[in-house]
Nanobody
Framework: VQLQASGGGLVQAGGSLRLTCAAT????????MDWYRQAPGKQREVVAS???????TYADSVKGRFTISKDNAKNTVYLQMNSLKSEDTAVYYC?????????????WGQGTQVTVSS
């Protein structure tokens, strides 16, 4: 499967962005789909995950501000990001999480840059 992330951009603090991850084939049976981010000089951080049955999990740093969702019919996963902060600045990637463990990625997209200005 190929994953294409889009929707990043430059936004002011407090603003919103919606990221989209389009898959080239059905995601229905994938154990989980995750969004993670990578900022310069920082470790990779998984921010949100959605399982095959729709259960969601979030990192504490984004809980209450970000919402992950998916549309199985469109083979697409979304990340709605509200109340953005400068510390959310990073490249955001979507990934297929083989075991649903936030570490077992077998496919991931090319990333989309999110820059939050303060």
């Amino acid at each position: 499967v190929q994953l294409q992330a889009s929707g990043g951009g430059l936004v002011q603090a407090g603003g919103s962005l919606r990221l989209t991850c389009a898959a080239t084939r059905s995601i229905n049976r994938f154990k989980a789909m995750d969004w993670y981010r990578q900022a310069p000089g920082k470790q990779r951080e998984v921010v949100a995950s959605v399982t095959s049955d729709g259960a969601t999990t979030y990192a504490d740093s984004v809980k209450g501000r970000f919402t992950i969702s998916k549309d199985n019919a469109k083979n697409t996963v979304y990340l709605q990001m509200n109340s953005l902060k400068s510390e959310d600045t990073a490249v955001y990637y979507c990934a297929k999480d083989y075991w649903g463990t936030w570490t077992s990625y077998d496919y991931w997209g090319q990333g989309t840059q999110v820059t939050v200005s303060s």
